[in-house]
């Protein structure tokens, strides 16, 4: 298969009406931190039972066209002794992997962030193709401050992403883009628009510069919402809004599919808003989707607390925020079938 032709299929296989993309890769000191409420040893072991316990859900293929794995994952098995990654590919599910090494203070931007991982990447990123990966994402991350993000830290980020996904399209693996803006803090959600709005446009511009095709890539933003210590709450209708119109500004309709995170929203308020998006403003020029970490795994984590006689509870927990996540993708979500 050409690389074109791979890069085709693998954006076919993900983008597809009423599904999303479950990101479930957290790294070793990320996944402690989730696992510590619920009393669970983060042991590779228990790494891999709780992959295991995500990717084997049934019926989870039908909201769930993608999955983000951690390097690790990659090389651990099922119950069965079938490689992770090969089982999710059975399923249905396109394994991807984060391929970012975290990030660092931005020397000369005092309050900015890079994040490393550059160095060795395509000789990474033919390994993790052998081992299943198909679709690679990358995290740049922006804490919105008084006088944050600076330019230098705008740009400077938008250049690292646009050569992570160059580097990706090059080998055949599809980059997802994720430029996120944290939530953290009691800024407006005005400032959170106009911050999005200067980042999207640099990466955009470098997105560019780089020669990436934009039709062989997927774009994982933030949602505009004002900071998590902010004191005004917004309904799902204004983020849906304003998070739209920040889009269409920055997103070229190239882009096949906008798959947001849930960066600490809520399992509820990830689904109202993806729900609002799709309802109030259908036919946009991208698909407006979801790969949610938090938002999809948290319910099904707190049933499962590290306990096997609990993993088909935490597996129907998983399958019911899919499946809620699912209808948000068609705007037929109510917060009635929350209980039903
Ligand atoms: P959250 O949905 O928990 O923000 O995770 C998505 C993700 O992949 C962050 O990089």
């Not at 996944?31 to 409420?37: D, G, L, T, V």
């Amino acid at each position: 298969m050409s690389t074109q032709t791979e890069l085709q299929t693998t954006v076919e296989e993900l983008v597809q009406k009423g599904k999303g993309i479950l990101a479930a890769d957290e790294s070793n000191p990320t996944i402690a931190k989730r696992f510590k409420p619920v009393a669970t040893e983060p042991t590779e072991e228990n790494r891999r039972t709780w992959r295991n316990l995500l990717l084997s859900t049934a019926g989870l293929g039908d909201y769930i066209s993608g999955v983000i794995l951690f390097e690790e994952t990659l090389t651990q098995k099922s119950d069965e002794g079938v490689p992770l990654p090969q089982m999710a590919q059975k399923r249905g599910i396109v394994p991807g992997i984060k391929v970012d090494k975290g990030t660092i203070p931005l020397v000369n931007a005092p309050g900015d962030l890079i994040t490393q991982g550059l160095d060795g990447l395509v000789d990474r990123l033919k390994v993790y193709k052998e081992q299943g990966a198909r679709f690679a994402k990358w995290r740049e991350v922006y804490p919105i401050g008084q006088h944050n993000p600076k330019l230098l830290g705008v740009e400077a980020n938008a250049d690292v992403l646009a050569r992570y996904a160059a580097i990706c399209q090059s080998v055949g693996i599809v980059p997802i883009v994720e430029p996120e803006v944290l939530i953290d803090g009691d800024h407006s959600i005005d400032r959170c628009f106009e911050v999005i709005e200067r980042v999207q446009q640099a990466v955009y511009n470098a997105l560019n510069r780089y020669g990436v095709i934009l039709e062989y890539t997927l774009l994982k933003p933030s949602m505009v919402t004002p900071g998590k210590e902010h004191t005004a709450k917004v309904a799902p209708a204004e983020v849906a809004e304003k998070t739209l119109k920040v889009l269409r500004r920055t997103v070229p309709a190239a882009v096949p599919s906008i798959n947001f995170l849930s960066g600490g929203q809520t399992d509820e308020e990830a689904t109202a808003n993806l729900n609002a998006m799709n309802r109030m403003y259908p036919g946009q020029p991208w698909e407006v989707s979801f790969s949610y970490g938090r938002a999809l795994q948290q319910a099904a984590l707190h049933s499962w607390k590290g306990q096997r006689e609990n993993i088909e509870a935490a597996q129907a927990a998983l399958l019911k925020r899919a499946r809620l996540n699912g209808a948000a993708r068609f705007g037929k979500y109510n917060v009635e079938m929350e209980t039903q």
